[in-house]
């Protein structure tokens, strides 16, 4: 990309992620918009990839391996005692400056793989009304996975303001969201059935190396404490319950995994941002695959970043294609607006 296509992502990225979530990576973009040296070395990122957040998360990662520079007193999850943020761009200059060819190393072999569990929250309600549509147990397909957090969505508790608790009431990890809007989902009291959890990755992560499970830690914004105590807490689950994690191209991996589900499981694909690094050819080859695995089985397809960044529902039943618009959602799963009201939760 151009100097100019580059600003436009970080200044895009100030005002549409940074804008009440992180101050501090709100004025860092804003800035590296207008340096051209470091828009050079961004310059190096892999197509597709969230040049912002893939920057971000490089230099967090090497303040977090212990690399010293001044810079490291203005980040939350490296000093107990942050200096102001809005004093940091000369020493965020400096740092990429010094350490510029560890960073061209990292945006070229990297990628941006933020396994947000919180997400969770707004995927929750949806599993539980496809299992409620069709009384059968679920077989969960992820695209993106990552390390898999959110294929454990039903070993989690969830708290959404109403003084109940859905999930698994007994979880270590409790999960909050706020509903906004008028319509509130159906929200079932227990998880529904899981009978296979397989998660597709180019890059999947295992979260028993230490250096993978850095770089996810160093792709939450370094002042977001309670991301990474969700992090932390979801982690401990991966390593009790044993996931299939396969990497590969996911949209060419979709196809041979769906063959090998039962029928009597209801295949439910998903994938939550991910789309968001796809050009547009393969948003629809994405498209396509799901449609032709609808010509031979029932299947679910829950994304985002697609169309839009709203939360679709696809419904492939005998073959016909019907479509729902669910929620608008918030990236990191902090709240969500519900779009559907109550009476009409799936097509018949």
């Known amino acids: ?15 549409r992620e940074c804008k009440d979530s992180s101050p501090f990576y709100d004025y860092l973009s804003r800035h590296v918009a207008c340096d051209t040296a470091i828009l050079t070395i961004c310059q190096q990122a892999r197509d597709g990839q969230p040049v912002p957040n893939l920057l971000f998360g490089a230099v967090h990662y090497l303040l977090l391996k212990g690399v010293e520079h001044p810079l490291a007193r203005y980040y939350p999850s490296v000093t107990t005692d942050a200096a102001p943020f809005d004093e940091s761009f000369p020493a965020f200059q400096d740092f990429c400056r010094v350490y510029e060819t560890e960073l061209v190393e990292l945006l070229t072999t990297r990628l941006v793989q933020t396994n947000e ?17 069709e009384q059968r147990p679920l077989a969960l397909l992820e695209i993106g996975t ?17 003084g109940e608790t ?21 929200l079932a009291r227990t998880a529904p059935p899981i009978a296979e959890r397989i998660g597709l990755d180019l890059n999947t992560v295992d979260l028993t190396d230490d250096d993978e499970r850095l770089w996810l830690k160093a ?18 689950y ?58 031979t089985r029932d299947v679910y397809h829950l994304y985002n970043n ?43």
Request: glycine share 6%; aromatic share 10%; hydrophobic share 40%.
């Open 219 to 236: 792709l939450i914004w370094t002042e977001h404490r309670e991301r990474l105590e969700l992090f932390e807490q979801a982690a401990r």
């Open 166 to 186: 859905f999930g698994n009431p007994a979880s270590r990890l409790r999960l909050t969201s706020t509903i906004e809007g008028e319509h509130v989902p159906p």
């Open 238 to 295: 991966v390593a009790e319950h044993p996931l299939e994690l396969i990497e590969g191209d996911g949209i060419q991996l979709l196809e041979p995994c769906a063959e090998r589900i039962p029928t009597a499981h209801i295949l439910c694909i998903f994938h939550t941002h991910v789309a968001n690094q796809l050009p547009l050819a393969l948003k629809k080859e994405l498209l396509h695959v799901v449609g032709q695995i609808g010509q």
């Open 117 to 133: 569990v919180r997400r969770c929250t707004y995927l929750y309600p949806v599993f539980g009304m496809i299992h409620q549509a």
């Open 1 to 15: 990309m151009t100097h100019e296509e580059l600003a436009v992502r970080f200044q895009t990225f100030a005002e």
């Open 306 to 348: 697609v169309q839009d960044r709203y939360l679709h529902l696809d419904l492939y039943r005998d073959g016909a294609l019907q479509e729902q618009t669910i929620a608008e959602t918030d990236g990191h799963g902090r709240w969500f607006k519900w779009l559907l009201p109550t009476a009409s939760v799936l097509p018949n």
């Open 146 to 162: 990552s390390a898999g957090l959110q294929l454990l969505f039903d070993q989690y508790a969830y708290d959404y303001g109403t």
